[in-house]
T-cell receptor
Framework: GESVGLHLPTLSVQEGDNSIINCAYSNSASDYFIWYKQESGKGPQFIIDIRSNMDKRQGQRVTVLLNKTVKHLSLQIAATQPGDSAVYFCAEKRWGGGNKLTFGTGTQLKVEL | KAGVTQTPRYLIKTRGQQVTLSCSPISGHRSVSWYQQTPGQGLQFLFEYFSETQRNKGNFPGRFSGRQFSNSRSEMNVSTLELGDSALYLC????????????FGEGSRLTVL
C-alpha cells in the first residue's frame, strides 16, 4: 500500500530568538548521541555530539543537554538565523553497535524573519 | 579535505532491475555505513563496513547487499527492485572508532518506476 509520510513536528521561531529542539530516546544502553541538520536536497550535516557520561556540551551557538534519567536529549540554538532552517535529527549509538545510528523522526525548524 | 562522495546522485530504474551505488569516504576513514531515507520510515540503517568486512547489519531483506574495497570505497547493491525501494540512500564515513562522528554524503536519490 501507499506509505504515509512521517509527521514531522515543526518548530517556528523568530530570527534572533533561541530555539530548543527536543528528542526522546528509548534505549537506555545508548552511549553516544549526535545531532544532525539536514537541509532540503542534502545529506545530514553533523552539528554536535555528546557522550553518555556527560550532561551538557557546548559548541558554537549550539548546546546539547542530555538527561539520562528521563532519556531525553535537547538541542539549543542561540540567536537563530534563517540559515538554521532545516530538519534536525537526533541519533543514538551504543557500545557494541559499531556505527549503527538509530535516528529520531526529526523536527522541522522554520525561522521567521 | 574532500568530503564523502556518492555517485550517482540521481537515478531512475524500473521494477525488477538492479542498482549499484558507490561511496567514497573521507580520506583516512575506514568505516562506511549505508542508510535509507524515506518519508514513511525516516532514516534507517542498512549496514556498515569496516576494513572490508561487514560489521553491522540492519533489518533489510537480502536484496540489499554491500561491499567495501581495500581503499575503503564502498558499493551497495539492490537487486530485484521494488517500488518501495524508492528512497534517498545515504553513505556515512567515519574512522571506525566506537565513539566518533559520522559524516554523510549528499546521497543517491533512487526512483523505482
Amino acid at each position: 500500500g501507499e506509505s504515509v509520510g512521517l509527521h514531522l513536528p515543526t518548530l517556528s521561531v523568530q530570527e534572533g530568538d533561541n530555539s530548543i529542539i527536543n528528542c526522546a530516546y528509548s534505549n537506555s544502553a545508548s552511549d553516544y548521541f549526535i545531532w544532525y541538520k539536514q537541509e532540503s536536497g542534502k545529506g545530514p550535516q553533523f552539528i554536535i555530539d555528546i557522550r553518555s557520561n556527560m550532561d551538557k556540551r557546548q559548541g558554537q551557538r549550539v548546546t546539547v543537554l542530555l538527561n539520562k534519567t528521563v532519556k531525553h536529549l535537547s538541542l539549543q540554538i542561540a540567536a537563530t538565523q534563517p540559515g538554521d532552517s532545516a530538519v534536525y535529527f537526533c541519533a543514538e549509538k551504543r557500545w557494541g553497535g559499531g556505527n549503527k545510528l538509530t535516528f529520531g523522526t526529526g523536527t522541522q525548524l522554520k525561522v521567521e524573519l | 579535505k574532500a568530503g564523502v562522495t556518492q555517485t550517482p546522485r540521481y537515478l531512475i530504474k524500473t521494477r525488477g532491475q538492479q542498482v549499484t551505488l558507490s561511496c567514497s569516504p573521507i580520506s583516512g576513514h575506514r568505516s562506511v555505513s549505508w542508510y535509507q531515507q524515506t518519508p514513511g520510515q525516516g532514516l534507517q540503517f542498512l549496514f556498515e563496513y569496516f576494513s572490508e568486512t561487514q560489521r553491522n547489519k540492519g533489518n533489510f531483506p537480502g536484496r540489499f547487499s554491500g561491499r567495501q574495497f581495500s581503499n575503503s570505497r564502498s558499493e551497495m547493491n539492490v537487486s530485484t527492485l521494488e517500488l518501495g525501494d524508492s528512497a534517498l540512500y545515504l553513505c556515512a564515513s567515519s574512522t571506525g572508532r566506537l565513539i566518533d562522528k559520522l559524516f554523510f554524503g549528499e546521497g543517491s536519490r533512487l526512483t523505482v518506476l
